[in-house]
């Protein structure tokens, strides 16, 4: 079973960075795809960013491309999210989700594992 717990959202103004960080439980996590996804108030939860088990393949929505950075530490059971140059827009309760089919995919229905989920809210 795996478990997984956001941290590190807050209340920046536009032009200001964050790193979100994700801790994982589970003695497989090394395997599992990760990803990130984030839900804006009335909106579906998008897809964000994703990284393979050895942390070379890394995938990003064209809206954060350039800004956000994916990463992951297996000795640390940790995935992060640094995010840079952080706009209005990018305001939503921000997830990290686990795929043990390591499919790397776009939908958050491929994710069999999610976390609680961290607040970034991007003031103007």
Do not use: H
């Amino acid at each position: 079973q795996v478990q997984l717990v956001e941290s590190g959202g807050g209340l920046v103004q536009a032009g200001d960075s964050l790193r979100l960080s994700c801790i994982a439980s589970g003695r497989t996590f090394s395997s599992y795809t990760m990803g990130w996804f984030r839900q804006a108030p009335g909106k579906e939860r998008g897809f964000v960013a994703a990284i393979t088990w050895s942390g070379t393949g890394r995938r990003y929505a064209d809206s954060v491309k350039g800004r956000f950075t994916i990463s992951r530490d297996n000795a640390k059971n940790t995935v992060y999210l640094q995010m840079n140059s952080l706009e209005p827009e990018d305001t939503a309760v921000y997830y990290c989700a686990a795929d043990p089919k390591r499919a790397m995919g776009l939908l958050a229905t491929g994710y069999d594992y999610w976390g609680q989920g961290t607040q970034v809210t991007v003031s103007s």
